[in-house]
């Protein structure tokens, strides 16, 4: 087998295999390696949440982008990825949280998205299961949504192969050098040769970095999140709890109901494991705001990294060493930036120039000035 490729894709998440999809599309001679399997990290432990609702004007156009993408998944794979436009309903128990919709609001509506500031009363009738006591207001995008994460990978894969496009899975990388050609070793001895290679290993990045010099701002922390048994529908938003001891969660199509919330303090480092604090955290933090669900049963419980910036902006770029390109970052809207920043990403490789302006992104920024707050 010749493994000399032109383009090598380190991670097998949501990132890399929309940018190997698009590069394949290209005709560009590519290789995806996973030390897992396809989805095994952040994106197969992800809600699957979609939202354009964020306070940074690249990330709005990138989501918006990234919704239309979506839509039209179902008819690129032949499948369905349950995509479903339901919503984002973001909640205000304070002024000052309040004060940042308003601002986040006009930003977004500059950008020409469909969202609004509701009353309590509004919510009600949105919402009827929902206990509106203290609510002071939220913002609603009905275009907002959700898919299944590993319907919109097996698509992606299923294209990727489709155009001869190489995996190696279960591998991990040991060794990364850059000569002419970027040299990758395999753990079990394998040797790769790419001429252009994109790092985009989630909460491993930094790690990767490290072997050919690179120092990256990126932070993992462990979130943890859980499913319930299915039930009928009876709400189709996402409800997102903007208190220090909210929440969000949303109905899936099935009629199970999948949700996280943030943890204060984080919990910082690499970590997968479940702790026995957040199911009756999670339990309670829901049930304190939609009340009908106090009798749902959760089926399963897991835990999974967020890759954070200072800024809460991803970092998207090549970095100092030529052909070598950085995507992580996340902050945790990895799967929602996938499609429109892998589809960005593979002109970027290819042509040498953005279709966007993605300076707030940049791996030099500052990471003082375009700070995201909606998180």
């Not at 989805?39 to 004007?57: E, K, L, P």
């Not at 369905?80 to 930003?107: H, M, Q, S």
């Not at 529908?233 to 999948?258: A, E, P, T, W």
């Not at 480092?269 to 009908?292: K, Q, Y």
């Amino acid at each position: 087998m010749n493994n000399n490729y032109e383009v090598a894709i380190i991670g097998g998440g949501i990132i890399g295999m929309a940018t190997a999809y698009y590069l394949s599309k290209k005709g560009i001679k590519l290789v995806v390696i996973e030390k897992g399997y396809i989805g095994s990290g952040s994106t197969g432990r992800c809600i699957g949440g979609i939202r354009q609702q964020f306070s940074n004007h690249t990330t709005i156009r990138l989501m918006k982008q990234s919704i239309e993408l979506f839509s039209q998944m179902e008819d690129e794979f032949g499948f369905t990825v349950e995509f479903y436009r339901g919503g984002y309903l973001l909640l205000a128990y304070d002024k000052n949280t309040e004060k940042v919709f308003k601002k986040n609001i006009k930003i977004q509506h500059k950008e020409k998205v469909n969202v609004s500031l509701l009353s309590p009363d509004d919510i009600k009738k949105l919402v009827p299961h929902i206990n509106t006591d203290d609510i002071i207001s939220g913002a609603f995008c009905p275009d907002d949504g959700q898919a299944f994460p590993f319907a919109v990978l097996r698509g992606y894969k299923k294209i990727i192969t489709e155009n001869r496009g190489d995996f190696f899975l279960r591998k991990e990388v040991v060794k990364l050098n850059k000569n002419k050609n970027f040299s990758i070793i395999l753990e079990d001895g394998t040797k790769i040769e790419a001429e252009k290679v994109l790092l985009s290993t989630g909460p491993w990045t930094r790690e990767l970095g490290e072997k050919v010099g690179l120092n990256l701002p990126l932070y993992p922390e462990r979130h943890e999140a859980m499913i319930t048994e299915r039930m009928p529908k009876f709400f189709k938003q996402m409800i997102v709890d903007y208190r220090s001891d909210g929440c969000y969660f949303h109905q899936l199509i099935n009629g199970q109901v999948i949700g996280c919330y943030t943890p204060v303090p984080n919990v910082p480092g690499i970590r997968e494991d479940a702790s026995f604090e957040f199911l009756p955290n999670i339990a309670w933090r829901m049930t304190r705001l939609v009340p009908s669900l106090k009798n749902a049963s959760v089926l399963r419980h897991w835990g999974g990294c967020y890759t954070m910036t200072p800024d809460g902006n991803p970092i998207l770029d090549e970095s100092e060493i030529e052909g070598l390109y950085v995507a992580s970052g996340m902050s945790g809207h990895g799967f929602m930036f996938g499609p429109a920043m892998g589809k960005h990403l593979a002109k970027f490789i290819v042509e040498g120039k953005w279709d966007m302006d993605f300076k707030d992104f940049s791996i030099n920024r500052s990471f003082k000035i375009s700070r995201e707050y909606l998180k």
